[in-house]
């Protein structure tokens, strides 16, 4: 699938922003659905029966969303013209063809359309980062037909969201954020924007799927058939109590255009990010410092756990986690009171707690609950250090074959070219047998065996005697650690081959 920006060129009112699939008598035919980033659907809050009409609703929320038009000055493209391939007798012919008959262009001015809404009386507006990103100029039109200019408060890539602000004179008709966990699959919704330029719009729907994810760490899509298309992008998705459930972000598509799959990112992960935007003009999240990874089934054989449950600690770099006594291989079950699922719920639970608080954090460690207390640093700052895993010694080189794996230990020689730190020690693998379930489960050449049975492995011989532990105390499969690149993750592998 193809992941493309939503927002329009400021021309979108032309005919030929309408696509095929708009129009009547035309079928809609595609065998590869593209994901476009800029639009989504609307939500309710409530289980109700169709309304007779949304049009007072529509009339009651209407003068808080606003037409975003942005324009920013971009280089003069070298790629206009005749597409031809390098190095074609071809080129040299359009170059002086393009060099005789017109002089170097010029940097020119760009424009685009997206939608937004206000969200308080003083003039904060709420939209999406992708209409505004690398913009000069951003001029808000109301539904009153006002326009001004609005200023960037804020903006935060991860969730797609920016924060504007204009100064008004009076004040600003607004909408206020619903609570998005509150809407339920078949919920109506409505969606309201700026679609294809062609000015303010509404539509409706229900809500299709929650919980979505597309590709961000801190996704949290709500899914609906409510129509949004190009323009959309950064309008409100609200419930039928008017309050706004999701900002309209992406829709699935073959060509751009709504075919009934939009998604609306959840107003609990919105509002978050707007209040931090709010007072400090960027986010501010928490930081546990850990890589991790979900616990699978066969994983969880392997380290004798009773459940498939919890976030799987794979490093502990230097930070936070390793400051209160957190170790690879303990598992986080609870963070500051809330369960973990998973990794992705622990990622979530951490950005949203305070920095420079201390937390409770429980984790199973060799089959016991163990708990630590852990003060949390701001992700971030810690994104920009790119903190690297420690080092440890270097080994001696043999080779052996077990599990469907030929093994030698790391040298410092392979260690640098396989991505290690300098003086990592582990296996390295040499092969894979490809009928093996090793190959099955993502090991390939170059992988670095740092762990086995989670206690550290330099020699061949140290794999011997993990592997003779599991069978010894009655497992199916041993838990390895392995490196790629530099970057963990815990794979399980069965002991009868």
Known sequence: ???????????????????????????????????????????????????????????????SVVNITTSSVVAASTEDGPMVPEGSPFEDFFKEFQDRNGAPQEPRRSEALGSGFVISADGYIVT???????????????????????????????????????????????????????????????????????????????????????????????????????????????????????????????????????????????????DQLKEFGQTRRGWLGVKIQDVTPDVAEAMGLVEAKGALVTDVPDGPAKDAGMASGDVITTFNGTAIDDARALTRTVGDSPIGAAVPVLVMRDGKEVELQVTLGRREDAEAADVLPAAANPAVPEEKQMMGLTLQPLTTENAEQLGMPAGSEGLVVTAVDEASDAFEKGLRAGDVITEAGQQAVVSLKDLEDRVAEAKDGGRKSILLLVRREGNPRFVALPLDQ
Request: zero cysteines; a negative charge; charged letters at 15%.
């Open 128 to 274: 999406n980062n992708h209409v505004i990103d690398g913009a000069d100029e951003i001029k808000i039109e109301f539904f009153s037909g006002k326009t001004l200019d609005a200023k960037l408060v804020g903006t935060d890539p991860k969730t797609d969201i920016a924060l504007l602000k204009v100064e008004s004179e009076e004040a600003l008709p607004f909408v206020q954020f619903g609570n998005s966990d509150m809407m339920r699959v078949g919920d109506w919704v409505m969606a309201m924007g700026n679609p294809l330029g062609q000015g303010f719009s509404v539509s409706a729907g229900i809500v299709s799927a929650r919980g979505r994810e597309l590709q961000g760490t801190y996704d949290d899509f709500i899914q609906t058939d409510a129509a949004i298309n190009r323009g959309n992008s950064g309008g409100p998705l609200f419930n039928m109590e008017g309050q706004v459930i999701g900002v309209n972000t992406a829709i699935l598509s073959p060509n751009g255009g709504s075919i009934g799959i939009g998604f609306s990112m959840a107003s609990n992960v919105v509002s978050k990010v707007v």
């Open 1 to 63: 699938m193809q992941l493309k920006l939503l927002s329009s060129p400021a021309k979108a009112s032309r005919p030929a922003m309408v696509m095929p699939a708009f129009q009547p008598g035309r079928a809609l035919t595609a065998a590869v659905l593209g994901l476009s980033l800029a639009l989504s659907a609307p939500i309710m809050s409530e289980a109700r029966g169709a309304p007779e009409s949304f049009a007072d609703l529509a009339e009651q929320i209407s003068p």
